[in-house]
């Protein structure tokens, strides 16, 4: 059984940082792209990073966190993180990482979730 944890989330002012964490358990953590979506009330779950698995990970990112955000992983530590800078109260949302077996931005690709973490953006 997999899980994922996240945690790091919490109230920031506008141009302020923070930094998600998303430990996993089990030993294929390694194998997998790990992502990051968010979702806010009254809103669909959206995607916001991804990153594949391998020595030379790619990223992508969605057009409204692009040059703000950056998503890494850590495969010894089975954890994957989301550096955010320069946030917004647009980006206010429960943030949620998953795991898929390829680089995907569809929810659909994703098998397993965690609980998400709150970030809240004050203006």
């Known amino acids: 059984q997999v899980q994922l944890v996240e945690s790091g989330g919490g109230l920031v002012q506008a141009g302020g940082s923070l930094r998600l964490s998303c430990a996993a358990s089990?030993?294929?953590?390694?194998?997998?792209?790990m992502g990051w979506f968010r979702q806010a009330p009254g809103k669909e779950r959206e995607f916001v990073a991804v990153i594949s698995w391998g020595r030379r990970a790619t990223t992508y990112y969605a057009d409204s966190v692009k040059g703000r955000f950056t998503i890494s992983r850590d495969n010894a530590k089975n954890t994957v993180y989301l550096q955010m800078n320069s946030l917004k109260p647009e980006d206010t949302a429960v943030y949620y990482c998953?795991?898929?077996?390829?680089?995907?931005?569809?929810?659909?690709?994703?098998?397993?979730w965690g609980q998400g973490t709150q970030v809240t953006v004050s203006s």
């Open positions: 998953a795991r898929a077996p390829g680089v995907s931005i569809a929810t659909g690709e994703y098998d397993y």
């Open positions: 089990g030993r294929t953590f390694g194998n997998y792209a």
